[in-house]
């Protein structure tokens, strides 16, 4: 079945750096890939939606400046938190969409941030 | 837009019992509908979906039924296992090509042997 690979699963660093996690899919091309954020206890919220070759729509109320996506591939989507600050902290999830699926969602294992 | 509301927000059953989880959404033009499991500090599996088109899916413990007229959705394990203690996801999107899913808030789900 799909597969899709997020990387790093744990990232802590220090407030005010910026910090990129990888979200790929391994055997299978996604022109459209989902970033999600989860904080404890709660539920998924979409941040963005980041489609090949062209730029991310982002969700109301996420700071396309501090979170910024590139999908330069059918495999690739990055999300660089900018500037991170303890807020920030939380788990990324990303999940992806087969080409030629019917909006069957693959999700990433998540990666962990902590912002010290 | 769309809005799913999910029940209960926790649920313990003893290990060999049903376990049902109720979902309900708010846009008539939502038509499909995955469950999701979350395990402690993973990302959410896919363990069964449906499409408006039919008004049940099963596939062995789990099954899903779909109320349309009532916009409502629930997801049932049969003879529970302390494996499948995990947090629970429905969600719902408009598909045609959408693959925008709104989530509910989850359940936690406890198995106790």
């Known amino acids: 079945g799909a597969v899709v690979s997020q990387h790093p699963s744990r990232v802590i660093c220090k407030s005010g750096t910026s910090v990129k996690i990888e979200c790929r899919s391994l055997?299978?091309?996604?022109?459209?890939m989902f970033w999600y954020r989860q904080f404890p206890k709660q539920s998924l919220m979409l941040m963005a939606t980041?489609?090949?070759?062209?730029?991310?729509?982002?969700e109301q109320g996420v700071e396309k400046d501090k979170f910024l996506i590139n999908h330069a591939s059918l495999t690739l989507s990055t999300l660089t938190v900018t500037s991170a600050h303890p807020e920030d902290s939380s788990f990324y999830i990303c999940?992806?969409?087969?080409?030629?699926?019917?909006?069957?969602?693959?999700f990433g294992a998540g990666s962990r941030l902590t912002v010290l | 837009g769309e809005n799913v509301e999910q029940h209960p927000s926790t649920l313990s059953v003893q290990e060999g019992d049903s376990a049902v989880i109720k979902c309900t959404y708010s846009?008539?033009?939502?038509?499909?509908f995955p469950w999701y499991k979350q395990e402690l500090g993973k990302g959410p599996q896919l363990i069964i979906d449906?499409?408006?088109?039919?008004g049940e899916k099963k596939d062995q413990r789990i099954a899903v039924t779909l109320n349309k007229t009532a916009k409502h959705f629930s997801l049932h394990i049969t003879e529970t296992q302390p494996e499948d203690s995990a947090v629970y996801f429905c969600?719902?999107?408009?598909?045609?090509?959408?693959?925008?899913?709104?989530f509910g808030k989850g359940t936690k789900l406890s198995v106790i042997p």
């Open positions: 449906i499409r408006s088109n039919v």
């Open positions: 055997d299978f091309q996604a022109t459209t």
């Open positions: 846009d008539s033009a939502s038509n499909y």
């Open positions: 999940s992806a969409s087969v080409v030629s699926g019917a909006n069957v969602l693959t």
């Open positions: 969600a719902a999107s408009r598909g045609a090509g959408s693959y925008q899913l709104t």
């Open positions: 980041s489609n090949e070759g062209s730029k991310a729509t982002y």
